[in-house]
C-alpha cells in the first residue's frame, strides 16, 4: 500500500513509483462511470421505436452529451491551478442518475436535456481523471493510461449488458433503481481519493493557456487529422452498432447489446496492451498498427459470411477502439506542466469532432443506408496513416 502523504496536494516533487492501489482506484470509478455512459447506445433501438426517428435524429442524441465536451479546457485549465478531485469522485453518482433516468421521458427534447446534464457531469470527470492518473503513475504514463481506458472501456463493455437486462427486469421506466451502484461507488471513491491530488503540477508553478501555445502548435494539428480520420468509424461501431444488427442483420435486442459488449470486451484487452506496448514500440509505431489494420478488419467484418461477424468484432475492439492510450499518453508526454488543461483541450477536440461525425454518419445512413455508411467510415481510417509521421 502506498504512503497517502506522499500524493498530498502540496507534494513539491513529481512522482517516479507507480501507486498501484491508487491507479486502480480511479479505474475503478471510470469503470462504473464508463458503464452507466455506455446505457445510450443499446438503447437507441428501441428509443428510436419510441419516439419514431431516422437515423440521424436517433444517433444525434448521443450529441448531446457531447455538447458540454467543450467545457473541458476550460475545467482542465482550473484542474491544473486546483485539484478537482471531488469531480471525480460524485461522477459516478451524478452520471449514474441521469442515464438510469432516460426511460422516465418520452419526449426527444427530455432526452436531449438530460443526456446534456450527463454530459457535464461526464466532461467533469474525464478533464481532470488522467492528470489524477499520471500523478499517481510516476515514470509509467502509458501504463496507467492504458489501465484508466481498459477501467473505461470495460464499463462500455458491461453498460450494454446491465442496460438491457434493467429492460428486462423493471421496464424502461424503471432503469432508475440502477443508480444506486453509482451513489455506492463516488461513497467508496471518497475515502480513498479524498486526500490524493488530481493536480499535476507542483506548487509555485502558475498554469497558464500561453505556456502550452508553443507545443500545442506542433502536437494538435497531427493529432486533428488523426482524429478527424478515425472517428467516423469509431463513431459507426460504437454509436449505431446495435441499429445496424437490428436493421441489416436482423438480430434482436439482446443479440445487439452482446455485440456492443463483445466489441467493448475486446476494447479493453486492447486499451491495456495499447498503452502499455506503446511505452515500449513509441507511440507512433503502435499508432500505426492499429490505424492501418482496423479498416481492413471492418471491411472485413461487413462482407464476410455471418458467422465470421462476431469473431471480426473481437479483432475490431483489439485495434479500432483501443487507440485512446496512446493519445491520451502522448498528451500527457507532451505537456508534463499542464496535463489537465492539455487533456481538456484534446478531449474538447475530441468529442466535438466526435459529435459531428455523428451526425454525419447518422445522415449518409438515412440517405445510402447503414452498410454504406460503414463501409465510406473505414475507407476514412485510412486518411489517418499519413498523420502518424508529424507526430513528435
Known sequence: MSDPSLLLENAAAPETEFHTDQVM???????VHDTYSAFLSPLLPVLQERLATNYALTGGLAIFSQIP???NPFIGHLADKISLRYFIIFAPAITGTLMSALGLTSSYLGLAMLLFASGLSIAAFHAPAPAMIAHVSGNRVGKG????MA????GRTVGPLVVVAGVEWFGLGGLWRLALVGWLVSGILYFRLRNVSARPVAVGKRPSWQSILPKAQKVFPALTWLMLARVFMQVALTTYLPIFMRDVLQ???RLAAVSLT???GAGVVGALAAGTLSDRWGRSRMLFLLLGTAPLLMLAFLYSPGWLALPLLVALGLTAISTQPVFLALVQDEFPEN????NGAYLAMNFLIRALAIGAVGLFADRFGLTNA???SALAMFLSLPAIRYLP
Do not use: N, Y
Open 69 to 71: 465536451s467543450l467545457l
Open 251 to 253: 438480430s434482436s435486442l
Open 262 to 264: 463483445i466489441l467493448e
Open 374 to 376: 460503414f463501409l465510406w
Open 25 to 31: 482506484t480511479v479505474v475503478t470509478g471510470h469503470f
Open 151 to 154: 477501467g473505461g472501456e470495460l
Open 145 to 148: 493510461m492504458s489501465f484508466f
Open 339 to 342: 496535463r489537465a488543461l492539455a
